[in-house]
Nanobody
Framework: QVQLAESGGGLVQAGGSLRLSCAASGRAFSGFTMGWFRQVPEKDREFVAGISRSGLRTYYADSVKGRFTISRDNAKNTVYLQMNSLKPEDAAVYYC?????????????????WGQGTQVTVSS
């Protein structure tokens, strides 16, 4: 079992920045591929970014490429999502997820564990 807890969400003006954190406890964190997803009401969950177990490989949704950066610190059992140049359309509940099925996973169904989410609101 892995428990995930997101933090760092909040209200920010368009063009601003936020850094989300996801702290993991339980099984060895370094054995999991980590991902960030987001969801707004009445829409499907959307992949945002992913990072391999080692942290050497990262991948992003086109909508956030160049603005968001995912990183991880395996010594601290934490994955981060640095979000810059935020837009109103980035507003959502952001979830982190952990999975062990592969190093590149953009489908939420491939992940095994999920956090409770943190709200990001972007004012225009």
């Amino acid at each position: 079992q892995v428990q995930l807890a997101e933090s760092g969400g909040g209200l920010v003006q368009a063009g601003g920045s936020l850094r989300l954190s996801c702290a993991a406890s339980g099984r060895a964190f370094s054995g999991f591929t980590m991902g960030w997803f987001r969801q707004v009401p009445e829409k499907d969950r959307e992949f945002v970014a992913g990072i391999s177990r080692s942290g050497l490989r990262t991948y992003y949704a086109d909508s956030v490429k160049g603005r968001f950066t995912i990183s991880r610190d395996n010594a601290k059992n934490t994955v981060y999502l640095q979000m810059n140049s935020l837009k109103p359309e980035d507003a959502a509940v952001y979830y982190c997820a952990a999975g062990y099925k592969g190093d590149v996973m953009t489908d939420g169904n491939e992940y095994n564990y999920w956090g409770q989410g943190t709200q990001v609101t972007v004012s225009s």
